[in-house]
């Protein structure tokens, strides 16, 4: 079976990531896969490279689709001959559509890694593709989304009820294992000693993910605790960022947060952390919750996309907007004993490998296009 999968891009986040981790695992079931990025090859493109994934760099800009590049694609699937066009994001999914008329027996897939929730922080150009892919999930066999929430809210807004298919990211549980000795090391480089109690977040710098909102709660926290020290990682989050200046500015913060930017180690800093804490306003299926889960790191998130499921009895949730409340479960898991947050963190890994291990949710995608293909 060959399937081409059509990216909105390559660049770094969450669905590019699932996609890198996504194919070999078709490839060691006899899946001949290749990627075609709408854009540029971009840094999940490179890694994807160099375990010989064959990428596409198409050189579109999206918003403003040329000629040359769709002519690329057409060249690109009268070569390759896919049975399975599988779109990946928005701008990916429209591109599969149209990418039919030059396979007409193919089968075509959509793929959506995000919620609607907060339709209002996107820009008016991303409401109107996202308009357009809903006219156009119709046509499509499947719409793989990877949350129930993020389906739900799709369907609502006008995407097709028939094609929706819920199939969550896989995450690789060996990849992101408890380490103690990498715990110890990430702990010392960071400057933490075994007395401090570290509250970590991952993800780039956006309204979406409230990191301000996380500082506020941060800043009640650090009030009530001495010893807490707290970790923020992700494309923006470095001292450079102005708009969250007057928070770290706070006396209560000084010295005790780690600004730490873009990180190429996220599974190593993960160990270093004592709880994972997601406060966003929206979501879809979180990658950083399960990858902080695997690694026996107990989760306290806000009820956004399907986050609520991910961590189910084994952390904390709370509304999101809320930065008392998020405060109120930082300090919940802060005043736990050591046995119960081991505990909690072992109970989140094994919910990780029965749910969301890579290995399983390659099994799926490989079950539905050998179904539809099939038929």
């Known amino acids: 079976m060959r399937v081409l999968f059509i990216s909105s891009g390559l660049g770094v986040g969450g669905a590019e990531t699932a996609l890198e981790r996504l194919i070999p695992h078709l490839q060691a079931r006899r899946v001949v896969c290749e990627v075609a990025s709408l854009r540029e090859i971009g840094d999940v493109g490179t890694r994807m490279l160099a375990v010989g994934i064959t990428v596409h760099a198409l050189g579109m800009n999206p918003p403003k689709p040329s000629l040359k590049g769709l002519w690329r694609l057409f060249r690109l699937i009268r070569h390759f001959k896919p049975d399975v066009i599988q779109g ?27 919620t609607l929730a907060r ?10 593709v996202i308009r357009l892919d809903a006219l156009l999930s119709h046509l499509a066999s499947r719409t793989i989304y990877v949350a129930h929430s993020a389906a739900e809210q799709h369907v609502a ?23 103690p000795q990498v715990r110890q090391s990430m702990r010392t480089a960071l400057r933490f000693s075994d007395a401090h109690f570290v509250v970590g977040t ?3 710098f956006h309204p979406v993910k409230d990191h301000a909102g996380f500082l506020r709660a941060a800043i009640e926290v650090a009030q009530r605790f001495a010893h807490v ?7 923006g989050l470095d001292a450079g960022n102005a708009e969250l200046a007057p928070l770290l500015s706070h006396p209560a913060l000084q010295g005790r947060v ?3 930017g873009a990180r190429d180690d996220v599974p190593r800093l993960m160990q270093a952390l004592d709880l994972f804490v997601l406060s966003s306003l929206s979501e879809g299926l979180p990658n950083v919750v399960a990858e902080a889960m695997s690694c026996g ?39 736990a004993d050591a046995a119960q947050l ?8 094994s919910r990780v490998e029965a749910e969301l291990a890579i290995e399983g949710v390659a099994r799926r995608y490989l079950l539905l296009y050998q179904d539809l293909v099939g038929g």
């Open 88 to 114: 990946w994001m928005y701008h990916g999914n429209i591109a599969a559509q149209i990418a039919r008329l030059a396979a007409p027996r193919a089968v075509v897939l959509g793929a959506i890694h995000q």
């Open 119 to 128: 339709p209002e922080l996107d820009p008016w150009t991303t409401r109107a």
């Open 157 to 179: 807004r006008g995407y097709s009820r028939r094609a929706a298919m819920v199939v969550p990211n896989g995450f690789d549980t060996k990849r992101h294992a408890p380490d």
């Open 202 to 204: 991952v993800g780039r």
């Open 229 to 235: 020290r707290f970790v923020m990682a992700g494309a």
């Open 258 to 260: 780690s600004m730490l």
């Open 297 to 335: 790191v107990p989760c306290l998130v806000t009820r956004v996309g399907d986050a609520a499921w991910m961590v189910g009895e084994t952390g904390w949730v709370v509304e999101p907007a809320n930065p008392e409340a998020l405060a109120a479960g930082m300090s919940e898991a802060i005043v």
């Open 342 to 349: 081991a505990m909690r963190g072992m109970a989140a890994r």
